[in-house]
């Protein structure tokens, strides 16, 4: 077949070029008027709603462990004192927004995948836009809005539990008062802490949001095509989020803590 | 007015008249990969005309008629409705071409995450950004009460039945009232009555808004109801052309073997 002689690069490139075909598309539609307010209050209620208890709950774990590891090592040194300030400034940095995102890659990316893959296979994307409407301002704009918003705020109740999990590990073995730990926290968490973090958080929220309908967007006919568009939706977004991470780690490492 | 005229005497005639054409096809290609789907196609439609278009599964019936709403870019050839040429439209012109054509989808398409009333309204809102409440729900009542199905305007499609779903898909397509309509296999897995009222609904779409529609169909009685002209498609190219009667007493065995 003629499309199996095609070399990997030379698909690799042109699913580059679609990629950006595909941004641009969105950026041309995001400016136009007529922003679909209640699909996007919508969206955002469902992708909220829906991960929530499992960011939590993993945030909760990670805090927890995290806090049951550090233990015997900072007692080693003598540094006991310390674990709440490293707590916190792991898990704000790194732990919070990582594991978030990649929850809800496997979440979030993969539902949107799924349902894009399966509008586009049974024509609903044809027929609406066939009809005149936008559909990529009704189904592509609302969605990588909304993980764009909703990632970062899911990132913030993870922090937070992440540290309530490391309390509850602390007092596991010896009795603090969760004014002083929450306390010793806050203070050890800077701006040069919240704000790499917090941006790194928009950008895998738009990642998420716009791997997701990408690559349901672009699914081929057939109904093993929605599990493929799912799959690499989640596969994709969660390369591109350890990516992303490390480009901003060494960015705000030059910017910031030197 | 008189365009009521000339269709009644364009009908009767069956042959092409003085009648203003609004689609206009002529030696249209499309192959995808190495597979060629349309080999030259050539096909006029007037104003107000039913054609109905028979060939078997996977001769590209469905694509030709996608190439007019330009879902589909043909390789080759000149399309133009109302006289412009499709390939050469910008997104603008395509999406104010699009409004004035009514596409009915094999499958009808739904939007299944919305109910009934919020599929049939989704057009209102968004293609013809209508605001007044009242008028959009009185035509929506319309409409589906139209294709009697006036009781499940608050299901989700998923609880509705094949027919039925073909049925709002049929009544979303027209609540727009479309100058063109194409209509893909419109009454294909419907029982015998309900494929008859969707014909007449045809029917009348056409007499009421002087709709110029094109029919797919392998369904001989919506055929015999709704055809002023018909067209026969096998490998990619028209290759019978006339009344239903006409094509009924076909020289061709090819042709009458889809009359049995
Ligand atoms: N988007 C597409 N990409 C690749 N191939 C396609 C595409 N659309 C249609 N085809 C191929 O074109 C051929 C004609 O398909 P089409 O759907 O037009 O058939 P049809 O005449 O409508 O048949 P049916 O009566 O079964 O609906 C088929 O072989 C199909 O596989
Ligand atoms: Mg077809």
């Known amino acids: 077949m003629a499309e199996q002689a095609i070399p990997g690069w030379k698909k690799w490139l042109e699913a580059s070029g679609d990629q950006v075909t595909f941004l641009s598309g969105f950026f041309r ?9 209640s699909e996007f209050v919508r969206q955002c209620y469902e992708i909220g709603y829906k991960s929530f208890m499992l960011v939590g709950t993993t945030a909760f774990i990670m805090g927890l462990v995290l806090a049951l590891q550090l233990r015997p090592t900072l007692v080693g040194f003598g540094a006991l ?6 707590l916190a400034v792991s898990i704000v940095r790194e732990i919070g927004p990582v594991i978030t ?3 809800c890659a496997g979440k979030i990316a993969s539902g949107i995948g799924a349902e894009l893959g399966s509008m586009k296979v ?3 994307i044809d027929a609406m836009e066939v009809s005149g409407a936008n559909p990529v301002q009704y189904l592509v704009v609302t969605r990588v809005l909304a993980t764009t918003f909703m990632v970062p705020l899911l990132t913030l109740l993870g922090d937070v539990l ?5 309390f509850l590990a602390i007092n596991i073995t010896s009795h603090v008062s969760a004014l002083l730990y929450f306390n010793k926290c806050i203070a050890s968490i800077g701006f040069v802490d919240l704000l790499p973090a917090f941006i790194k958080t928009i950008f895998f929220g738009f990642i998420i949001g716009f791997i997701g309908c990408y690559k349901g967007y672009n699914s081929n006919r057939g109904t093993e095509s929605v599990g493929l568009a799912a799959n690499s939706a989640v596969v994709t977004a969660s390369l591109w989020i350890f990516v992303v991470d490390a480009i901003v780690v ?7 803590y030197h | 007015m008189e365009e009521t005229d000339k269709h009644i005497e364009h009908k009767s005639k069956s042959s092409a008249s003085k009648a203003e054409t609004v689609i206009h096809i002529k030696g249209l290609k499309k192959s995808f990969g190495s597979k060629i789907v349309l080999k030259n196609i050539n096909l006029d439609v007037t104003r107000g005309e039913n054609v109905v278009v028979l060939g078997k599964s996977g001769q590209g019936k469905s694509v030709a008629i996608q190439c007019i709403v330009g879902m589909l870019t043909p390789d080759h050839g000149s399309l133009t409705v109302f006289g412009d040429e499709v390939t050469d439209m910008n997104e603008r012109q395509l999406k104010e071409l699009r409004i004035k054509i009514g596409f009915l989808f094999q499958g009808g398409a739904l939007y299944d995450s919305m109910t009934v009333r919020e599929n049939l309204e989704f057009p209102l809102t968004r293609v013809l950004k209508l605001k007044d409440q009242d008028e959009i729900d009185q035509r929506v009542e319309e409409v589906l009460d139209g294709v009697g199905l006036l009781d499940a305007i608050d299901k989700m499609p998923s609880d509705l039945s094949g027919g039925m779903r073909k049925r709002v898909g049929l009544a979303r397509t027209l609540i727009v009232k479309p100058e063109i309509m194409l209509y893909d296999e419109p009454t294909t897995g419907l029982d015998p009555i309900t494929s008859r009222e969707i014909s007449e609904l045809i029917l009348e779409m056409q007499k009421k808004y002087k709709t110029t529609s094109i029919i797919i169909t392998h369904d001989m009685e919506c055929a015999r109801i709704t055809a002023d002209r018909m067209v026969v498609m096998n490998e990619g190219e028209f290759v019978a052309e006339g009344s239903f009667e006409e094509l009924k007493k076909s020289k061709e065995q090819f042709v009458r073997s889809f009359f049995n």
């Open chain 1, 29 to 37: 539609n995001l400016f136009r008027g007529g922003f679909e307010w």
């Open chain 1, 81 to 86: 004192s310390m674990l709440p300030k490293t």
């Open chain 1, 101 to 103: 995102a990649i929850i």
């Open chain 1, 122 to 124: 049974t024509e609903q």
């Open chain 1, 162 to 166: 992440g540290l309530i999990g490391g």
């Open chain 1, 250 to 256: 060494q960015i705000s490492s030059l910017l910031f």
